[in-house]
């Protein structure tokens, strides 16, 4: 079972930047995804980026330019990063982040990202 916590959300202002955090315990096995979504209020889950352990990612277009996913299994707790750079309103957001491998998904219980003025 792998545990899940996220980090690093908050108020930005339109145009900063925040980094979420997603440290992943458990047992870690290999070759596994991870990745971040994120749901704004009244709207479906968004798959926003994913990270395999070989470093492979995938964008959805509406972040591609603006958000690097990145991920650190340097050590017994895996962490992956969402950097998310010239926040727009429309990114406010709770957003959840994923630890997978086959058809097997844990998540996190997911942090309030807010751009505002």
């Known amino acids: 079972q792998v545990q899940l916590v996220e980090s690093g959300g908050g108020l930005a202002q339109p145009g900063g930047s925040l980094r979420l955090s997603c440290a992943a315990s458990?047992?870690?096995?290999?070759?596994?995804?991870m990745g971040w979504y994120r749901q704004a209020p009244g709207k479906e889950r968004e798959a926003l980026a994913t990270?395999?352990?070989?470093?492979?990612?995938?964008?959805a277009d509406s972040i591609k330019v603006r958000f690097t996913i990145t991920r650190d299994d340097a050590s017994d707790t895996v962490t992956a990063y969402l950097q998310m750079n010239t926040l727009e309103p429309e990114d406010t957001a709770v957003y959840y982040c994923?630890?997978?491998?086959?058809?097997?998904?844990?998540w996190g219980r997911g942090i309030q990202v807010t751009v505002s003025s």
């Open positions: 458990g047992t870690i096995l290999n070759r596994n995804v």
């Open positions: 990270i395999s352990t070989g470093g492979n990612t995938f964008y």
């Open positions: 994923f630890w997978g491998i086959g058809g097997s998904r844990s």
